[in-house]
């Protein structure tokens, strides 16, 4: 079943101790600031995390590049490299090479001072590798990482490298770096090193010069961006972590893992070893098999395949083949087979301090959007939803009375199907700790609500302030009828159109949105283009809102004026950037915004000719060229402010003595 926690693999030589708190400074001064990259050696992996490889007895520090404001330090502590290493990569930079054990002068001097050391993830890497590796007085940290994604930059080094200076990080260093941080761990051993030769030395040396270097100019570009009070928050939310109920995840695993184990031989059985263990994750010959069976499928995901078992007559000449019903069962159990909740759970158990049961720094500070939160090891933000069929009660009573098992559980899953139903017990695996609850808030119809705000959409902002429903007022304006006669199925429609219709989307998506989350328009006796056009007329102001965002952000960019205001933000350039600050105060940045021939993306989505025109492009922080238009505008800056309103909730729980233990 693999590991049960990040350190049951030490062994009982090891108990788990703990971090202080890291001290940060989130407005240093570049005069008082070291630039610091190190090296580690370890026997771990740093996919079991941070905390659990630092921990490790057999991870110790390899070397040190600093830059402070007077000089260069590298620092190489006895026993790292070969014996009688020459230094050839010393002349690249005017400094001292240390080769002792204790700390070099120059550093314990800056942190004397006050000065703050600066790293790329220090706070997910560096601060603990300092304390945990080098000891004596700690100092203060800031992180570029954070405040590099805040600015429209990618997070990995190297992907900043090629953004910023066209160069990304040397292939020979960074092989370099992997030979030499590799070490082996016996356990009444202990550990053994790789030393390396002296050329291998001097590639890593090279390497790390690069980075300080490129650590720099992120330093210089990057410094005023970044939220000092929600990152505080953020470090807070992340260290504490979320607890984990172990057995109860334990038990799941089983009976996940087992549930796979049976599906896989049903398939082989139904499809006569067509189908395997070996090639039952192979799409391509999954998908012939299917089509052996006369079913025509495009794709294997989820969407696909729930609609063909729905309605197999879309996706047949006869629905009445007799294969209909062994397809439906084998990519039923197909869903079980593949599912990647029995390895999340390992994820959970593997990542989970082993003295707290806590699962930590899981949350991703600007990972994606309009500086939205992602995950990281453990997907804290895409867990299964659940089945309203299962009764979890009854489960988790089953498992307290130590009869957790798959025959058991037949009767508290209904009607669900089997890969929903165990799914359905994934979100009990997170706890409370002791003596205290597991709260639950939300923000009801954020999105929407913002953006009303935004477009001053004066008879939606009235419906919320006076408690109205706007989803069957929106249902009302689809069929025809009154908000009080509006049914629940109706009602599901307009809460779909509201959510869904906000940014511009076009009839074609729309109806696709609906066939993939198996909602029938036909059967309440409307269809999308009928959505659509309903919310555009009902919601005009929304719909002037895409166009007036469209020409302003095309005329700031392209010079014609140097800034505007639309959708409560302000718009402005900063070189070749495209700047948009949110009501909060925050700026969203579109690097090299520029304005380029294209046919914009919204013809295709809302069938007009895919004819060229200006279009405003910028770089993606992942690296590729993006086209803006009014929708997507919109999209990012509603968005953006709604997660700014999360921002701001995070703090001040944390002001109030609210420890937050996840969120999305």
């Given at each position: 079943?693999?590991?049960?926690?990040?350190?049951?693999?030490?062994?009982?030589?090891?108990?788990?101790?703990?971090?202080?708190?890291?001290?940060?400074?989130?407005?240093?001064?570049?005069?008082?600031?070291?630039?610091?990259?190190?090296?580690?050696?370890?026997?771990?992996?740093?996919?079991?995390?941070?905390?659990?490889?630092?921990?490790?007895?057999?991870?110790?520090?390899?070397?040190?590049?600093?830059?402070?404001?007077?000089?260069?330090?590298?620092?190489?502590?006895?026993?790292?490299?070969?014996?009688?290493?020459?230094?050839?990569?010393?002349?690249?930079?005017?400094?001292?090479?240390?080769?002792?054990?204790?700390?070099?002068?120059?550093?314990?001097?800056?942190?004397?001072?006050?000065?703050?050391?600066?790293?790329?993830?220090?706070?997910?890497?560096?601060?603990?590798?300092?304390?945990?590796?080098?000891?004596?007085?700690?100092?203060?940290?800031?992180?570029?990482?954070?405040?590099?994604?805040?600015?429209?930059?990618?997070?990995?080094?190297?992907?900043?490298?090629?953004?910023?200076?066209?160069?990304?990080?040397?292939?020979?260093?960074?092989?370099?770096?992997?030979?030499?941080?590799?070490?082996?761990?016996?356990?009444?051993?202990?550990?053994?090193?790789?030393?390396?030769?002296?050329?291998?030395?001097?590639?890593?040396?090279?390497?790390?010069?690069?980075?300080?270097?490129?650590?720099?100019?992120?330093?210089?570009?990057?410094?005023?961006?970044?939220?000092?009070?929600?990152?505080?928050?953020?470090?807070?939310?992340?260290?504490?972590?979320?607890?984990?109920?172990?057995?109860?995840?334990?038990?799941?695993?089983?009976?996940?893992?087992?549930?796979?184990?049976?599906?896989?031989?049903?398939?082989?059985?139904?499809?006569?070893?067509?189908?395997?263990?070996?090639?039952?994750?192979?799409?391509?010959?999954?998908?012939?098999?299917?089509?052996?069976?006369?079913?025509?499928?495009?794709?294997?995901?989820?969407?696909?395949?729930?609609?063909?078992?729905?309605?197999?007559?879309?996706?047949?000449?006869?629905?009445?083949?007799?294969?209909?019903?062994?397809?439906?069962?084998?990519?039923?159990?197909?869903?079980?087979?593949?599912?990647?909740?029995?390895?999340?759970?390992?994820?959970?158990?593997?990542?989970?301090?082993?003295?707290?049961?806590?699962?930590?720094?899981?949350?991703?500070?600007?990972?994606?959007?309009?500086?939205?939160?992602?995950?990281?090891?453990?997907?804290?933000?895409?867990?299964?939803?659940?089945?309203?069929?299962?009764?979890?009660?009854?489960?988790?009573?089953?498992?307290?009375?130590?009869?957790?098992?798959?025959?058991?559980?037949?009767?508290?899953?209904?009607?669900?199907?089997?890969?929903?139903?165990?799914?359905?017990?994934?979100?009990?695996?997170?706890?409370?700790?002791?003596?205290?609850?597991?709260?639950?808030?939300?923000?009801?119809?954020?999105?929407?609500?913002?953006?009303?705000?935004?477009?001053?959409?004066?008879?939606?902002?009235?419906?919320?302030?006076?408690?109205?429903?706007?989803?069957?007022?929106?249902?009302?304006?689809?069929?025809?009828?009154?908000?009080?006669?509006?049914?629940?199925?109706?009602?599901?429609?307009?809460?779909?159109?509201?959510?869904?219709?906000?940014?511009?989307?076009?009839?074609?998506?729309?109806g696709l949105f609906c066939k993939q989350n198996r909602i029938d328009l036909q059967a309440v006796g409307?269809?999308?283009?009928?959505?659509?056009?309903?919310?555009?007329?009902?919601?005009?102001?929304?719909?002037?809102?895409?166009?007036?965002?469209?020409?302003?952000?095309?005329?700031?960019?392209?010079?014609?004026?140097?800034?505007?205001?639309?959708?409560?933000?302000?718009?402005?350039?900063?070189?070749?950037?495209?700047?948009?600050?949110?009501?909060?105060?925050?700026?969203?940045?579109?690097?090299?915004?520029?304005?380029?021939?294209?046919?914009?993306?919204?013809?295709?989505?809302?069938?007009?000719?895919?004819?060229?025109?200006?279009?405003?492009?910028?770089?993606?922080?992942?690296?590729?060229?993006?086209?803006?238009?009014?929708?997507?505008?919109?999209?990012?800056?509603?968005?953006?402010?709604?997660?700014?309103?999360?921002?701001?909730?995070?703090?001040?729980?944390?002001?109030?003595?609210?420890?937050?233990?996840?969120?999305?």
């Amino acid at each position: 079943m693999g590991a049960a926690s990040e350190f049951d693999f030490l062994g009982d030589e090891f108990s788990t101790p703990t971090f202080s708190p890291i001290r940060c400074n989130w407005n240093p001064d570049p005069s008082k600031t070291v630039l610091i990259d190190l090296e580690t050696q370890s026997a771990v992996d740093l996919k079991f995390g941070s905390r659990a490889y630092l921990l490790h007895p057999s991870t110790r520090l390899l070397c040190l590049v600093a830059k402070t404001p007077r000089e260069w330090v590298t620092w190489i502590p006895p026993g790292r490299a070969p014996i009688g290493l020459q230094g050839a990569y010393s002349p690249q930079v005017e400094g001292i090479v240390w080769r002792e054990e204790s700390i070099p002068p120059p550093l314990v001097e800056a942190i004397e001072a006050g000065y703050t050391f600066a790293a790329h993830n220090a706070l997910g890497f560096d601060a603990w590798a300092y304390e945990r590796l080098v000891g004596g007085e700690q100092p203060e940290w800031y992180d570029t990482l954070p405040c590099a994604r805040a600015a429209g930059l990618p997070g990995a080094l190297d992907e900043i490298g090629q953004r910023l200076i066209g160069e990304g990080k040397d292939d020979t260093g960074k092989k370099a770096m992997l030979l030499l941080t590799k070490a082996k761990w016996k356990l009444g051993v202990g550990a053994t090193y790789v030393v390396g030769t002296s050329a291998l030395w001097d590639l890593l040396i090279r390497y790390n010069v690069q980075d300080v270097r490129l650590l720099e100019r992120i330093f210089n570009e990057t410094i005023d961006n970044g939220e000092p009070d929600v990152l505080e928050a953020d470090r807070a939310i992340n260290s504490r972590g979320v607890r984990i109920d172990r057995a109860f995840a334990e038990k799941l695993q089983e009976v996940w893992t087992s549930c796979e184990y049976v599906a896989v031989s049903q398939i082989v059985k139904l499809t006569e070893g067509e189908i395997s263990e070996s090639n039952i994750r192979a799409t391509e010959q999954v998908k012939r098999w299917v089509e052996s069976q006369g079913v025509r499928l495009d794709r294997l995901d989820k969407h696909q395949v729930g609609r063909f078992i729905d309605a197999p007559e879309e996706f047949m000449d006869d629905a009445d083949d007799p294969r209909v019903a062994k397809v439906v069962e084998v990519l039923s159990l197909r869903q079980v087979a593949v599912s990647a909740s029995a390895a999340k759970l390992q994820g959970l158990r593997t990542r989970a301090d082993g003295q707290t049961d806590r699962v930590c720094d899981s949350l991703v500070y600007h990972g994606a959007g309009p500086g939205r939160w992602t995950g990281r090891g453990v997907q804290l933000h895409n867990m299964a939803r659940g089945h309203a069929d299962v009764d979890v009660p009854r489960c988790l009573e089953l498992f307290e009375k130590g009869d957790f098992h798959r025959e058991t559980l037949v009767e508290a899953f209904g009607n669900a199907p089997l890969r929903d139903a165990l799914g359905s017990l994934i979100r009990p695996v997170f706890c409370a700790g002791e003596d205290t609850l597991l709260v639950v808030a939300d923000f009801a119809g954020i999105e929407a609500r913002c953006l009303a705000w935004m477009a001053d959409d004066t008879e939606m902002l009235n419906i919320f302030r006076t408690g109205g429903d706007p989803y069957k007022t929106m249902a009302a304006s689809i069929f025809g009828c009154s908000p009080a006669e509006v049914s629940k199925e109706q009602r599901q429609i307009g809460k779909v159109v509201v959510l869904g219709c906000g940014y511009g989307i076009g009839h074609n998506k729309f109806g696709l949105f609906c066939k993939q989350n198996r909602i029938d328009l036909q059967a309440v006796g409307t269809t999308a283009e009928a959505c659509v056009k309903s919310y555009r007329q009902a919601r005009a102001s929304v719909s002037s809102l895409w166009k007036r965002c469209d020409r302003a952000v095309m005329a700031v960019v392209r010079g014609d004026i140097t800034h505007a205001t639309e959708a409560k933000c302000h718009l402005s350039m900063r070189g070749p950037h495209l700047l948009v600050r949110l009501p909060s105060g925050r700026v969203i940045t579109y690097r090299n915004a520029r304005v380029e021939m294209l046919v914009p993306p919204y013809c295709a989505m809302l069938g007009l000719p895919l004819v060229e025109k200006p279009s405003v492009v910028y770089t993606h922080p992942r690296g590729y060229d993006k086209s803006l238009y009014g929708g997507l505008e919109v999209e990012n800056w509603d968005q953006g402010t709604c997660r700014d309103l999360l921002a701001l909730a995070l703090v001040r729980c944390e002001a109030e003595d609210l420890p937050v233990v996840m969120h999305v």
